[in-house]
Nanobody
Framework: QVQLVESGGGLVQAGGSLRLSCAAS????????IGWFRQAPGRERQFLAA????????INTHSVKGRFTISRDNAKNTVYIHFDSLTPEDTAVYYC??????????????????WGRGTQVTVSS
């Protein structure tokens, strides 16, 4: 089992920046890929970015338009996502997820084996 805990969410003003953390524990060998998703009320879960423990990244440039970066600290078993120029449309619950398989399409939510409980991000105008 892999446990994932997100942190860093909260209320931020439009135009601001935020960094979310995803701390992995347990059998982290079972988390070849860590991905970040978000879900706004009434909308489908949206893929944002994913990173392997070797540092290979996949970014959904269509949805984030260059405003997000993903990184990881292997020593801390933690993955970060940093975003700039936040808008109210970024308001959502942000989730991190882990998948055992290190290849394939990282944007498919159902291919992830473990999920965190999410952290709320609210962007005020």
């Amino acid at each position: 089992q892999v446990q994932l805990v997100e942190s860093g969410g909260g209320l931020v003003q439009a135009g601001g920046s935020l960094r979310l953390s995803c701390a992995a524990s347990g059998r982290t060998s079972g988390s070849a890929v860590i991905g970040w998703f978000r879900q706004a009320p009434g909308r489908e879960r949206q893929f944002l970015a994913a990173i392997t423990w070797q540092g290979d990244q996949t970014i959904n440039t269509h949805s984030v338009k260059g405003r997000f970066t993903i990184s990881r600290d292997n020593a801390k078993n933690t993955v970060y996502i940093h975003f700039d120029s936040l808008t109210p449309e970024d308001t959502a619950v942000y989730y991190c997820a882990a998948r055992r398989r290190g290849s394939g399409n990282f944007a498919i939510a159902t291919d992830y084996d473990y999920w965190g409980r999410g952290t709320q991000v609210t962007v005020s105008s």
